[in-house]
């Protein structure tokens, strides 16, 4: 299992979301995005080496490179099902530079060719729950 060796009093939880996945990691609020996409990225291979899947569409292999992870914040914390604003984040930029907190929800899909990003997260309704009983 990948870990961090030092979890500190400082460090927040963000939940990474990509399909019905949801990564929580301990992250340095002063860390830069690469080395969060980095770490994000180790988490990954270790536990979908296959790829990662959605229920709309099939397994997204995994990137080689971290630099490929993008990121997004829900247009409306109130209701992510609202959909997802990209988060334009730089070399120096830094979860607390971009305003996240402790348990933020943060999507995150690979970059095709072009460089754009397909943010496809599922949450599960209470219809779907109802299902899974019967």
Not at 73 to 85: E, L
Request: with cysteine; charged share 25%.
């Amino acid at each position: 299992m990948v870990q961090r060796p030092n979890v500190t009093d400082v460090d927040i939880t963000i939940r990474f979301k990509h399909g019905t996945c949801t990564v929580f990691l301990f992250v340095d609020p002063t860390s830069t995005f690469a080395d969060v996409s980095s770490e994000l990225l180790e988490v990954l291979q270790e536990r979908y080496p296959e790829g990662i899947s959605s229920n709309s569409k099939p397994a997204t292999a995994l990137p080689d490179d971290a630099s490929q992870i993008a990121y997004a914040v829900p247009k409306s914390a109130a209701d992510p099902s609202q959909g997802w604003k990209p988060l334009k984040v730089g070399s120096s930029d830094t979860p607390v530079s971009k305003g996240l907190k402790n348990g933020a929800m943060v999507a995150f899909a690979f970059k095709d060719e072009d460089g754009e990003a397909d943010f496809d997260v599922d949450f599960p309704t209470y219809e779907d729950e109802v299902e899974e009983e019967m």
